[in-house]
């Protein structure tokens, strides 16, 4: 079945360094891929999304790229900030399986100090 | 405000005594679900229905139950709860082929003693 793999974390970041959290997926097909930004006490919120091969989602100064040929989905941004300190979930639906069910990685924490 | 809700946000109960948590969203959406999130296990689903009277497991679904009498609300059951449901629940819904995204609610804290 469908399975999502990220970066455990936590990661700890000073403000304005560049954030990369990986992601890699095992599906049959072809994925629609998410990820999800959880801040302390809320529920998830869409973040950015991609739904074929070399589709780049962006979103708040956060990217990432659908690669097919590593499968992976890697979230990135090039300086971040105090208020981006949250929970960051890699996800997909389809694949395969279900196009409305989504499959999560296990979530990064991460912390962004002044 | 287009929005999915729950309640309550937070519960302390003790094993054996019925509970619901309610779901209700505002955006006409056909397809809802449950995840329990539980930490180093992300976000795992319980059951979802792809419409009214239309329900079906996750991959989770031990103890627990769901209905979907209406559109808009989809409650989940804990018949007998045990202290290993205790867990952080959401909610999620979202429309139809048009749309992939899932729009979840606030979340509701579940403590079983």
């Given amino acids: 079945g469908n399975s999502v793999t990220q970066m455990e974390g936590p990661v700890t970041l000073s403000e304005e360094a560049f954030l990369t959290i990986n992601c890699t997926y095992t599906a049959t097909g072809y ?9 302390p006490g809320e529920g998830l919120q869409l973040l950015l999304k991609a739904t074929k091969a070399d589709d780049k989602g962006s979103n708040k100064g956060f990217e990432a790229t659908y690669r097919k040929e590593t499968t992976s ?24 399986g279900s196009n409305y069910k989504l499959t999560f990685g296990k979530g990064t924490l991460l912390t962004v100090n002044p | 405000e287009a929005q999915v809700t729950q309640n309550p946000r937070y519960l302390i109960t003790v094993t ?16 809802m679900s449950w995840y329990r999130q539980d930490p180093g296990l992300g976000l795992r689903q319980i059951y979802y229905s792809m419409n009214v009277e ?29 202290p290993n449901q ?19 609610g606030p979340g509701t804290r579940l403590t079983v003693l």
């Fill in chain 2, 16 to 31: 054996g005594k019925k509970l619901t948590v309610t779901c209700s969203q505002n955006m006409n959406h056909e397809y």
């Fill in chain 1, 73 to 96: 989905f890697h979230l990135e941004k090039g300086s971040v900030q105090v208020s981006d300190s949250a929970v960051y979930f890699c996800a997909l639906s389809g694949g395969g």
């Fill in chain 1, 31 to 39: 994925p629609s891929l998410f990820w999800y930004v959880q801040y």
């Fill in chain 2, 86 to 104: 205790t867990s952080l629940y959401f909610c999620a819904s979202r429309g139809g082929q048009g749309s992939n995204e899932q729009f979840f």
């Fill in chain 2, 54 to 82: 239309v329900t079906d497991k996750g991959d989770v679904p031990e103890g627990y139950k769901v209905s979907r009498k209406e559109k808009r609300n989809f409650p989940l059951i804990l018949e007998s709860p045990s």
